[in-house]
């Protein structure tokens, strides 16, 4: 195993599209092999935080649905928005106007909300409602300063049934209408990463992400100085077909056997074109990484066409820690840890 791999101390794990698939009757639905792969990296004395954007109800209700769902996880084990929103709120003396879910209020109870002087817009799903928007509008544009502040950016999430637009979409309404720029608390934010790697204790050089979004969990916790891994479930089929997904593993490794056997012969010979471009420099960056852990085939690397646009947000690190992707959690795990 990669040196780097060895050193890890610390797991930061996504929720949504990694572990469960959210909506349905039941409130979700668990992604094959998520439960046990929770279990053995506590089993085996790592770390873990999970590290979500979720905003649709307080962490108490989201931490109780994931239980009821099979997941070894407790409230103060999960880092989300909402708390560190409130924590900046009070910091600033903020009163919000909530643009927020019904089942997320509860966490702002004790803020003052009277004459609000800034907006606060989480994933309000059925509230997002035309009324809903144009008032917080009103709210926001009726202020001498602005101050927008939106629990995540993200732009869509899958649940059971489909895709649905996230935070992000109708911040960006809000911005454009106000001409203001959100201050966003959640991924991809690196306060944000940094709480979530405070909460357990670990440096950034010694912890990974794992996660479905190649902006927010991958692209984030790169810019916070940790490694990446992106899972080939939740959204990741959709941002491959929009080339989001800059580059992946052509064949995925079925067992840990064959992984941790991979992983000992190490002939990647690479092939990146020679140039500084940040799209070349993540590249090889990958390659790097991908000659520690898994030792592939030479062309095993393939780059994904119009990948260009998306790869420069992950360029303002001159070495940017690599970018892996695996489809069975149990070989993710299993990687992780043997
Ligand atoms: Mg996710």
Known sequence: MAAWARAVRGVLLDISGVLYDSGGDGGGAPIAGSAEAVRRIKASGLKL???????????????????????????????????????????????????????????????????????????????????NLNEAFRVLIGMEKPVLIALGRGRYYKETDGLKLDVGAYMKALEYACDVEAEVVGKPAKPFFESALAAMGVPPQQAIMIGDDIVNDVGGAQQCGMRAVQVRTGKYSIQKKEGAVCFILKKCRDSATKAVEEMKS?????????????????????????????????????????????????????????????????????????
């Open 49 to 131: 935080q999970f590290c979500t954007n979720e905003t649709q109800a307080t962490r108490e209700k989201f931490v109780k649905k994931l239980q009821g769902l099979g997941f070894d996880i407790s409230v103060p084990e999960v880092t989300a928005p909402a708390p560190a929103a409130c924590r900046i709120l009070k910091e600033r003396g903020l009163r919000p106007h909530l643009l927020v879910h019904n089942d997320l209020v509860p966490e702002f109870a004790e803020l003052d909300k009277a004459n609000p002087n800034c907006v606060v817009i989480g994933d309000a799903a059925e509230n997002f409602t035309y009324a």
């Open 266 to 338: 190490s002939s990647f010979q690479g092939g990146c074109p020679g140039s500084n471009s940040p799209l070349h420099l993540a590249l090889r960056s990958w390659i790097k990484v991908g000659q520690f852990l898994l030792g592939l085939q030479r062309q095993e690397a393939e780059l994904q066409h119009g990948a260009d646009r998306r790869c420069k947000s992950f360029s303002s690190q001159s070495s940017p820690p690599g970018l892996l992707a695996f489809q069975p959690w149990g070989l993710l795990s299993s990687a992780l840890l043997l």
